[in-house]
Nanobody
Framework: QVQLVESGGGLVQPGGSLRLSCAGS????????MSWYRQAPGKQRELVAS???????IYADAVKGRFTISRDNAKNTVDLQMNSLKPDDTAVYYC????????WGQGTQVTVSS
């Protein structure tokens, strides 16, 4: 089993920045890919960014150039640095760990509003 706990969400003005963090515990050695997803009200959950065990990264087109995903394998954490935030970035952000099984965190709310 793997447990994931997100932190760092909150309210920010357009153009501002937030840093989300996801801390993992449990059978971390089974995890290969860590990802951030988001779900806005009335919309499906969508991939924001992923980072593979070898360091490769992928980003959704909507966040390229603004968001950066990073991973610290020693600390079992994955962070999402979000810059130049827009109202459309408002959503609940979820951490996902994938390997032998798939695990989700409980989510953290990000609200971008003036």
């Amino acid at each position: 089993q793997v447990q994931l706990v997100e932190s760092g969400g909150g309210l920010v003005q357009p153009g501002g920045s937030l840093r989300l963090s996801c801390a993992g515990s449990g059978s971390i050695f089974t995890i290969s890919t860590m990802s951030w997803y988001r779900q806005a009200p009335g919309k499906q959950r969508e991939l924001v960014a992923s980072i593979m065990s070898g360091g490769g990264r992928i980003y959704a087109d909507a966040v390229k150039g603004r968001f950066t995903i990073s991973r610290d394998n020693a600390k079992n954490t994955v962070d999402l640095q979000m810059n130049s935030l827009k109202p459309d970035d408002t959503a609940v952000y979820y951490c996902k760990a994938a390997g032998i099984n798939v695990y989700w965190g409980q989510g953290t709310q990000v609200t971008v509003s003036s």
